[in-house]
T-cell receptor, first 115, second 114 residues
Framework: AQSVSQHNHHVILSEAASLELGCNYS??????LFWYVQYPGQHLQLLLK??????LVKGIKGFEAEFIKSKFSFNLRKPSVQWSDTAEYFC?????????????FGRGTSLIVHP | NAGVTQTPKFQVLKTGQSMTLQCAQD?????MSWYRQDPGMGLRLIHY???????DQGEVPNGYNVSRSTTEDFPLRLLSAAPSQTSVYFC?????????????FGPGTRLLVL
């Protein structure tokens, strides 16, 4: 079975600082990878996803993530965060084959951005 | 489209009471699932369904039942509520095919068990 590890549980930044949130997964085969975001009081929504091709994927609101297969990582980045990026961020993985459609989520990273 | 809807938004139960959390989607998605979200624990899968009439257990199924009689609805039943079931519950759906890997979440139900 697959698993996901998010190393940063809480991150506090000032506006305009750069962001990188770590995500590592454990699975022996090909995977599909996702980042979801949960703004305060709201439900989860998709930020970006990787299925195949260019390992650098761009999502909404200036976020991007890089898939490094050799490191089993899918880190989320943003060059300059805003106060409105305050949210909880979840990394998720689904095996690419075998007909699975149910993701395994990491424990999440809480990001607070100070104005 | 309303997307994924959940009712109620908030609920307070006493230990031992039963209740049903409702989840409905109007996107004709085949896959539906229930997660609970607890501080520091992320999202944990309770039950899921790959189509009408088909359900299966997730990571933390004990104390919960589900059924999927229609494509649209996927209710979660708490048989005898316990304080450990205090949590925020999210329902999600996804279509089949490659696009089906993206989850669409409902707004959540916040449950307090006293």
């Amino acid at each position: 079975a697959q698993s996901v590890s998010q190393h940063n549980h809480h991150v506090i930044l000032s506006e305009a600082a750069s962001l990188e949130l770590g995500c590592n997964y454990s699975y022996g085969g090909t995977v599909n990878l996702f980042w979801y975001v949960q703004y305060p009081g709201q439900h989860l929504q998709l930020l970006l996803k990787y299925f195949s091709g260019d390992p650098l994927v761009k999502g909404i609101k200036g976020f991007e993530a890089e898939f490094i297969k050799s490191k089993f990582s899918f880190n989320l980045r943003k060059p300059s965060v805003q106060w409105s990026d305050t949210a909880e961020y979840f990394c998720a993985v689904i095996p690419a084959s075998g007909g699975s459609y149910i993701p395994t989520f990491g424990r999440g990273t809480s990001l607070i951005v100070h104005p | 489209n309303a997307g994924v809807t959940q009712t109620p938004k908030f609920q307070v139960l006493k230990t031992g009471q039963s209740m049903t959390l409702q989840c409905a989607q109007d996107m004709n998605h085949e896959y539906m699932s229930w997660y609970r979200q607890d501080p520091g624990m992320g999202l944990r899968l309770i039950h899921y369904s790959v189509g009408a009439g088909i359900t299966d257990q997730g990571e933390v199924p004990n104390g919960y039942n589900v059924s999927r009689s229609t494509t649209e609805d996927f209710p979660l039943r708490l048989l005898s509520a316990a304080p450990s079931q205090t949590s925020v519950y999210f329902c999600a759906s996804s279509p089949s095919g490659k696009a089906g890997k993206t989850q669409y979440f409902g707004p959540g139900t916040r449950l307090l068990v006293l």
